[in-house]
């Protein structure tokens, strides 16, 4: 009974790079969200998807930032051209179908750009 | 847009004491709402929530209120031990579409 997991739990890059972080949900689970979190802050909303639509993605940077949940295989959250302000933990969470709406939370992707 | 207001921002109490965390909401569709606790370099963990057709919900140590007319909720620990001490948020659902807002988060700090 896998809970969500995500990979890789570390990525350093330099600036001008790209990073790629993956969600995969709980077993059963339809819906992911991406959050980001600076250290000492809050949970900060990126994109909420269901396989193959993205829902909202009110909290995503306008450039730069991307996401995607495909019919198969993990989420995948996009960083082109990382900053060091994009230097953050990136948390993803899980639920399953609409009227079941708790969120489990992965363990985290720390991304540190040099 | 939706908001989740969460205060304090920091608490911190004796062992044995009581804590108590306020959240206030804006949405009025909102109809479930989630603590989290996340101990330090650990992932957000469920800890207690309730669904806008009560009114309280208690487990052991821990009670979350909601008020939904007033649009606000709380959780309260009782009798608190050191291992309470976290960054515990608050959330509130938004829309109709299982979509989630988080406060900003309260760092309990109890003391021995």
């Known amino acids: 009974n896998a809970g969500v997991m995500q990979n890789p739990r570390h990525l350093v890059r330099r600036r001008g790079q790209e990073a790629r972080l993956r969600c995969s949900p709980m077993?059963?689970?339809?819906?992911v969200y991406w959050y980001r979190q600076l250290p000492e802050e809050g949970l900060k909303f990126m994109v909420y998807l269901q396989k193959e639509n993205i829902i909202d993605e009110s909290g995503m940077p306008k450039e730069r930032f991307s996401a995607e949940f495909p019919k198969e295989g993990p989420s995948i959250l996009r960083i082109q051209q990382v900053v060091r302000g994009d230097s953050a933990a990136y948390f993803c969470a899980s639920s399953q179908a609409s009227g079941k709406e708790t969120q489990y939370f992965g363990p985290g992707t720390r991304l540190l750009v040099l | 847009g939706e908001n989740v207001e969460q205060h304090p921002s920091t608490l911190s109490v004796q062992e044995g004491d009581s804590a108590v965390i306020k959240c206030t909401y804006s949405d009025s569709a909102s109809n479930y709402f989630p603590w989290y606790k996340q101990e330090l370099g650990k992932r957000p963990q469920l800890i207690i929530d309730i669904r806008s057709n009560v009114g309280e919900k208690k487990d052991q140590r821990i009670a979350v209120t909601l008020n939904k007319t007033a649009k606000h909720f709380s959780l309260h620990i009782t009798e608190t031990q050191p291992e309470d001490s976290a960054v515990y948020f608050c959330a509130a659902s938004i829309g109709n579409n299982n979509d989630m807002r988080f406060g900003a988060g309260t760092r309990l700090t109890v003391k021995p």
């Open positions: 077993k059963g689970h339809s819906h």
